[in-house]
């Protein structure tokens, strides 16, 4: 189950003059609480914080097992900023925000 | 095979069926192998050989053993992988292409990763699962997973995630090696013993004295019966072995089939038939007794008779010997070409002793020879103490005679009493111990030598002069006379006094025999005058006593005549004799009438 979530294109917003196009990738392993959890944050933080601007890929390694190699991918749930670069890589349920905007860049570490 | 011996297996075999590792003398010493379908936790400090041990695992499981194998690197990719173990001889690249092996490399950099809430890992789970499936693995190897422990900040989530892993891993019915660094005073920095239970294995790599030693110890096995001593272990061209000592015992077979050393006289000192076969000689000397010399001697017959030799010189090169060896006439180079004899040099220094002995043990095993020469042993015992040298010489000794290798250990003395005496710790192994000696007289130095020793003959008890020629080494009886024992030239002189004494002994005697044949010469021209003197003087004596006869009868007769001149009867001849015998005074006077007679006649 691969996912996509990209609010830019049923809204047509664009964020003036710094566009800033986010690529993101969830990865997870089935519905698991931590998984779902994870999906919730990950929406509500990005209608907050990326003005509509994003996508969101959802992989499921219970039924993409292959993909985890290619984003090195150990701890479900994960989220991997591929755009901007450089890539990111945050882990866990996201449920401790003020992390997870320092971990995107979205805050200054 | 003992009945005790094949009891402990079957029982064994019951217990715990294992995964041959192929690695050569680690299935030896666990008796089997990794238990089949567990983890194990193979620990050791930086660069003592755990990947390469694990790497070995995979590939003879893969070869050998029709086994997949995948292995899960934490540090090393895929590239740097196959060349780090391209030069210990195996093909990567070529095993991932037959679907044997699967190499995943697992990045997980602190830098990149962002903890943000509860999280498992999941995801390391679905990749193995999804490699094993790949390729059918039986086999697994993590290396090193404790890497995760600086990519993942929360230890506590991560220590029961590992847990999980290692049942995960057991449920899948896997062989596992999982390495570790090894802690201070912990097997693992971070006491990954705890989750792996059934089978520890600690390497190590000593450094004494800047001579390294790397060792083996199966810490625990669980279920199963196994070495517990520290085993060297060697990690060469041929990848990694460990020193097979579970040979070491006294059960080994005495052959009483001899062999020839290649010297006839010094076969003469041994009963005329040489070394026993599978028996260890030492041959100990001062430098430059020719100790070399008689070890080529023993090879030159060896190869003759077809045998395979082994060489390990620790202080001359293969051509270096070769070429000395031909001075005295011995030509080794056909036998090398003809691969009957093979050389194996090494500098003392390289190694420790073990390793030194690990990597002998591994050549003979490979060449399989029947006679070895390990020249000299003593450089051999410089880099470690005597207890540990001899430790592991009587290892050697053990594993040569149990595969009927007769072996030749040359020992390097400086010549005095007590340094012959510390030899005394080796020569216990040896069955016999030949003794070349130096003999300093004269201002000369003459070789000599003798049997101290030879377990199971009647061995000679002589001093032979050994004298290298052009044509080989020859041994000589010394010159042992009333003037002591005389080598070289003394030896020579000596004889040569000898020799004129017993000529000139010679010309005494024939001089008296001379003397006496003219002594004799002259007795017997005496007697000849004495009997010539005697027939004269006798042949004289009897013509006067003849003459005197006659004299006396022509007296009596001028007797009768006158009687019967002057009396008439001169008619009775018959008395006249009575009357002559009764007149004695008439033939005195007729005697002197006689001697008037013959006077006148």
Same mark, same amino acid.
């Given at each position: 189950?691969?996912?996509?979530?990209?609010?830019?294109?049923?809204?047509?917003?664009?964020?003036?003059?710094?566009?800033?196009?986010?690529?993101?990738?969830?990865?997870?392993?089935?519905?698991?609480?931590?998984?779902?959890?994870? +999906?919730?944050?990950?929406?509500?933080?990005?209608?907050?914080?990326?003005?509509?601007?994003?996508?969101?890929?959802?992989?499921?390694?219970?039924?993409?097992?292959?993909?985890?190699?290619?984003?090195?991918?150990?701890?479900?749930?994960? +989220?991997?900023?591929?755009?901007?670069?450089?890539?990111?890589?945050?882990?866990?349920?996201?449920?401790?925000?003020?992390?997870?905007?320092?971990?995107?860049?979205?805050?200054?570490? | 095979?003992?009945?005790?011996?094949?009891?402990?297996?079957?029982?064994?075999?019951?217990?715990?069926?294992?995964?041959?590792?192929?690695?050569?003398?680690?299935?030896?010493?666990?008796?089997?192998?990794?238990?089949?379908?567990?983890?194990?936790?193979?620990?050791?400090?930086?660069?003592?050989?755990?990947?390469?041990?694990?790497?070995?695992?995979?590939?003879?499981?893969?070869?050998?053993?029709?086994?997949?194998?995948?292995?899960?690197?934490?540090?090393?990719?895929?590239?740097?992988?196959?060349?780090?173990?391209?030069?210990?001889?195996?093909?990567?690249?070529?095993?991932?292409?037959?679907?044997?092996?699967?190499?995943?490399?697992?990045?997980?950099?602190?830098?990149?990763?962002?903890?943000?809430?509860?999280?498992?890992?999941?995801?390391?789970?679905?990749?193995?699962?999804?490699?094993?499936?790949?390729?059918?693995?039986?086999?697994?190897?993590?290396?090193?997973?404790?890497?995760?422990?600086?990519?993942?900040?929360?230890?506590?989530?991560?220590?029961?995630?590992?847990?999980?892993?290692?049942?995960?891993?057991?449920?899948?019915?896997?062989?596992?090696?999982?390495?570790?660094?090894?802690?201070?005073?912990?097997?693992?920095?971070?006491?990954?013993?705890?989750?792996?239970?059934?089978?520890?294995?600690?390497?190590?790599?000593?450094?004494?004295?800047?001579?390294?030693?790397?060792?083996?110890?199966?810490?625990?096995?669980?279920?199963?019966?196994?070495?517990?001593?520290?085993?060297?272990?060697?990690?060469?061209?041929? $990848?990694?072995?460990?020193?097979?000592?579970?040979?070491?015992?006294?059960?080994?077979?005495?052959?009483?089939?001899?062999?020839?050393? $290649?010297?006839?006289?010094?076969?003469?000192?041994?009963?005329?038939?040489?070394?026993?076969?599978?028996?260890?000689?030492?041959?100990?000397?001062?430098?430059?007794?020719?100790?070399?010399?008689?070890?080529?001697?023993?090879?030159?017959?060896?190869?003759?008779?077809?045998?395979?030799?082994?060489?390990?010189?620790?202080?001359?090169? =293969?051509?270096?010997?070769?070429?000395?060896?031909?001075?005295?006439?011995?030509?080794?180079?056909?036998?090398?070409?003809?691969?009957?004899?093979?050389?194996?040099?090494?500098?003392?220094?390289?190694?420790?002793?073990?390793?030194?002995?690990?990597?002998?043990?591994?050549?003979?095993?490979?060449?399989?020879? =029947?006679?070895?020469?390990?020249?000299?042993?003593?450089?051999?015992?410089?880099?470690?103490?005597?207890?540990?040298?001899?430790?592991?010489?009587?290892?050697?000794?053990?594993?040569?005679?149990?595969?009927?290798?007769?072996?030749?250990?040359?020992?390097?003395?400086?010549?005095?009493?007590?340094?012959?005496?510390?030899?005394?710790?080796?020569?216990?192994?040896?069955?016999?111990?030949?003794?070349?000696?130096?003999?300093?007289?004269?201002?000369?130095?003459?070789?000599?030598?003798?049997?101290?020793?030879?377990?199971?003959?009647?061995?000679?008890?002589?001093?032979?002069?050994?004298?290298?020629?052009?044509?080989?080494?020859?041994?000589?009886?010394?010159?042992?006379?009333?003037?002591?024992?005389?080598?070289?030239?003394?030896?020579?002189?000596?004889?040569?006094?000898?020799?004129?004494?017993?000529?000139?002994?010679?010309?005494?005697?024939?001089?008296? =025999?001379?003397?006496?044949?003219?002594?004799?010469?002259?007795?017997?021209?005496?007697?000849?005058?004495?009997?010539?003197?005697?027939?004269?003087?006798?042949?004289?004596?009897?013509?006067?006593?003849?003459? $005197?006869?006659?004299?006396?009868?022509?007296?009596?007769?001028?007797?009768?005549?006158?009687?019967?001149?002057?009396?008439?009867?001169?008619?009775?001849?018959?008395?006249?004799?009575?009357?002559?015998?009764?007149?004695?005074?008439?033939?005195?006077?007729?005697?002197?009438?006689?001697?008037?007679?013959?006077?006148?006649?």
């Amino acid at each position: 189950m691969a996912v996509n979530i990209n609010p830019a294109e049923t809204t047509g917003k664009w964020s003036g003059h710094e566009h800033r196009q986010w690529q993101l990738r969830l990865y997870v392993a089935g519905q698991t609480p931590k998984c779902l959890a994870a +999906l919730a944050n990950l929406k509500k933080l990005c209608e907050e914080y990326m003005d509509g601007d994003y996508q969101i890929e959802i992989i499921d390694l219970l039924q993409q097992p292959q993909l985890a190699k290619g984003d090195q991918i150990l701890a479900i749930p994960t +989220l991997v900023r591929k755009l901007p670069e450089p890539v990111r890589k945050i882990i866990g349920d996201l449920s401790q925000t003020e992390r997870v905007l320092i971990g995107l860049d979205l805050r200054p570490r | 095979m003992s009945p005790a011996k094949s009891i402990r297996r079957e029982r064994e075999r019951l217990l715990l069926i294992k995964a041959p590792t192929g690695i050569a003398g680690f299935d030896d010493i666990t008796g089997g192998g990794l238990p089949l379908g567990r983890p194990t936790l193979v620990s050791g400090t930086a660069g003592c050989g755990k990947t390469l041990f694990s790497m070995q695992f995979l590939v003879r499981g893969a070869i050998d053993f029709a086994e997949p194998g995948l292995f899960v690197s934490f540090e090393e990719n895929e590239q740097e992988l196959t060349q780090n173990v391209a030069s210990l001889g195996f093909d990567l690249a070529d095993l991932i292409k037959r679907r044997l092996l699967m190499i995943d490399f697992v990045r997980a950099e602190q830098s990149e990763i962002e903890e943000t809430g509860d999280y498992d890992l999941e995801g390391l789970f679905v990749r193995l699962g999804y490699a094993i499936d790949q390729i059918k693995a039986k086999r697994v190897v993590l290396d090193t997973i404790e890497a995760l422990f600086a990519a993942l900040p929360n230890e506590l989530a991560l220590r029961s995630e590992l847990r999980r892993l290692f049942r995960w891993l057991k449920d899948r019915g896997v062989t596992t090696i999982i390495t570790a660094e090894r802690g201070e005073g912990e097997f693992t920095r971070h006491g990954l013993e705890e989750y792996v239970s059934d089978c520890v294995i600690l390497l190590d790599h000593r450094v004494i004295e800047q001579v390294s030693t790397r060792r083996l110890r199966v810490v625990k096995y669980r279920g199963s019966f196994h070495g517990t001593n520290e085993y060297p272990f060697l990690i060469d061209e041929h $990848g990694f072995s460990v020193l097979p000592i579970t040979s070491l015992g006294l059960n080994h077979q005495a052959s009483t089939e001899r062999m020839s050393t $290649g010297i006839a006289q010094l076969d003469a000192m041994l009963e005329n038939k040489g070394f026993y076969r599978g028996s260890s000689a030492l041959l100990s000397g001062t430098p430059g007794s020719g100790k070399s010399s008689i070890a080529a001697h023993v090879i030159d017959a060896a190869c003759a008779r077809g045998e395979r030799c082994l060489y390990f010189p620790f202080e001359e090169s =293969q051509p270096q010997i070769m070429r000395n060896m031909q001075s005295i006439g011995i030509d080794l180079g056909r036998w090398v070409s003809r691969g009957l004899l093979r050389f194996h040099p090494a500098r003392p220094h390289v190694y420790g002793i073990e390793t030194h002995l690990a990597m002998m043990l591994k050549q003979i095993s490979r060449f399989d020879p =029947q006679v070895v020469v390990v020249d000299p042993v003593t450089n051999l015992t410089e880099v470690s103490s005597p207890l540990e040298s001899k430790a592991m010489l009587a290892r050697l000794v053990d594993y040569l005679k149990v595969n009927q290798i007769t072996a030749l250990f040359i020992s390097l003395t400086s010549g005095t009493h007590q340094t012959e005496m510390s030899e005394v710790a080796i020569s216990s192994l040896m069955d016999t111990w030949l003794l070349l000696r130096n003999l300093e007289t004269n201002g000369e130095r003459n070789r000599g030598l003798y049997i101290l020793k030879s377990r199971g003959m009647s061995h000679s008890n002589q001093i032979r002069e050994f004298v290298l020629t052009d044509r080989g080494a020859r041994l000589l009886d010394v010159y042992a006379g009333p003037a002591g024992v005389l080598t070289g030239t003394a030896r020579i002189v000596q004889e040569a006094q000898d020799k004129a004494a017993i000529v000139s002994a010679c010309n005494e005697i024939a001089r008296k =025999q001379r003397a006496l044949a003219s002594m004799k010469d002259a007795m017997d021209a005496q007697i000849a005058a004495l009997h010539a003197r005697f027939a004269a003087e006798s042949s004289e004596l009897n013509t006067a006593i003849s003459e $005197g006869l006659l004299a006396e009868r022509a007296l009596a007769e001028q007797g009768n005549i006158l009687g019967n001149l002057r009396g008439g009867r001169a008619s009775n001849g018959s008395s006249s004799g009575k009357k002559g015998a009764k007149h004695g005074r008439q033939y005195q006077s007729g005697r002197d009438n006689g001697q008037v007679e013959r006077a006148r006649t």
